[in-house]
């Protein structure tokens, strides 16, 4: 009896484990995870303002690179920059807009350079509530990565694109490219 019973489990571990190694995502659409407040596709983190806690444990987690797209003046909560550096992490800020709150299309294209370069790298690209952010992947995904406005709109959606004023602000932009 023991046996048969040990048998049992061992087949049901091995169905379990097998169940979940079995990938049931039919179609090439990237794969979005939740990682604390953010979410992850590939080597990105598509976030809201990380607190000093969250750039020490993404610091633990392998993250080596932190992306803010918000202006120079917009968070005085600590030096994000300063604690960054202190955890080596390397710290770039390039704002989503520009000073006339205009999408800044030299930054667009920095960020996604900036990325492209660091492909191996896991990076963590934030604003205040990662809206900017996911604005900022879907101009990226429909201008580099070859995606259609709409597939760019909707995945940039399930990162953190929220806000239908800034959806429209950014489809207008790309419209306007």
């Not at 607190?51 to 909560?77: A, H, P, W």
Request: overall charge positive; charged content about 25%; hydrophobic content about 35%.
């Amino acid at each position: 009896m023991k046996s048969i019973t040990s048998l049992l489990a061992i087949i049901i571990t091995a169905i379990f484990l097998t169940a979940c190694s079995t990938s049931n995502n039919s179609t090439s659409e990237p794969l979005v995870m939740n990682y604390e407040e953010a979410k992850v596709v590939g080597n990105l983190a598509i976030a809201p303002q990380p607190t000093k806690m969250t750039l020490s444990k993404i610091k633990k987690d392998g993250y080596e690179m932190v992306i803010n797209l918000r202006g120079e003046d917009e968070f005085k909560g600590y030096n994000e920059e300063a604690t960054a550096k202190m955890l080596n992490l390397q710290y770039h800020r390039i704002p989503f807009f520009n000073k006339k709150s205009e999408i800044d299309a030299n930054s667009l294209y920095q960020i996604s350079k900036l990325i492209d370069a660091n492909k191996d790298k896991k990076i963590y690209i934030h604003c205040s509530s990662g809206n900017r952010a996911a604005a900022w992947y879907l101009t990226h995904l429909y201008q580099y990565e070859g995606m259609t406005k709409q597939e760019a709109t909707e995945l940039a959606r399930r990162t953190g694109l929220t806000k239908a004023p800034l959806e429209n602000k950014v489809l207008k932009y790309l419209n306007e490219k």
